[in-house]
């Protein structure tokens, strides 16, 4: 469970992992970047995280990952304690492209994220909320901002349009102008419970949407693009 609404972090980590923990010499925090085509040699953010989830794969096209909890009960340079021991996951079916997040986005020549390439982002990136089935009463012991699914809960993956890469309720909208959206209802089990993370959270057309970890039913089948 995430203790902390705003200090979670999640890190999809490609194989590039050791250039970000290791290069501080880079921007000053809060200095301007092009986040179409720099990456940021050092975080400050994570300085105030007490919590991560770090999914590894043993290359960029691999499809199993490993998932590991970690925390700590200061921010700073506290040192991190992994939680429980590390178990399965997937990624895309295409394996990792560099995302959009707090890293900024990834190096020249590495594989970049873009709508429906079937590959999950790397880098390193805030969650938003945890989302589901159950009703708001049924998940009173979470410590994380929750929503529930209902029959007009739609993730828009329309480029175009101005709801692009956010979780929405259609019922709640006027003037809908997305011609591509999934209904997250009818996806079913693998959202009986996940985790929207901030990828392209102020959205660049084309380069990734609605991005999730969530429940998975397979260990050999990747995903369009989220971690399971």
Not at 27 to 47: K, T
Not at 133 to 146: C, E, K, S, T
């Amino acid at each position: 469970m995430m203790r902390d609404t705003r200090n979670g972090f999640v890190a999809l980590v490609a194989i590039m992992v050791q250039y970000l923990a290791a290069n501080e010499t880079g921007q000053a925090a809060g200095a301007r970047f092009d986040p179409l085509l720099q990456l940021r040699a050092s975080i400050p953010e994570i300085s105030k995280c007490r919590q991560l989830i770090v999914v590894t794969s043993e290359a960029w096209n691999a499809v199993s990952a490993t998932i590991q909890l970690f925390e700590r009960t200061q921010g700073g340079q506290t040192s991190w304690q992994k939680v429980g021991k590390p178990f399965s996951g997937v990624i895309g079916s295409r394996g990792f492209a560099w995302g959009i997040g707090l890293h900024g986005t990834g190096e020249a020549g590495a594989p970049r994220k873009k709508e429906g390439d079937e590959s999950s982002p790397a880098g390193v990136f805030r969650l938003f909320f945890v989302f589901g089935l159950a009703n708001p009463a049924q998940v009173r012991f979470l410590r994380f901002p929750y929503q529930q699914i209902t029959a007009t809960t739609e993730a828009i993956d329309d480029p175009q349009s101005r709801y692009y890469n956010r979780i929405v309720d259609r019922a709640a909208i006027a003037d809908p102008d997305w011609s591509s959206s999934e209904s997250m209802l009818r996806v079913g089990g693998p959202y009986r419970w996940g985790i929207m993370i901030e990828h392209n959270w102020r959205p660049r057309p084309g380069l990734g949407s609605c991005i999730f970890l969530h429940v998975w039913d397979s260990a050999r089948r990747g995903t369009a693009g989220c971690t399971g």
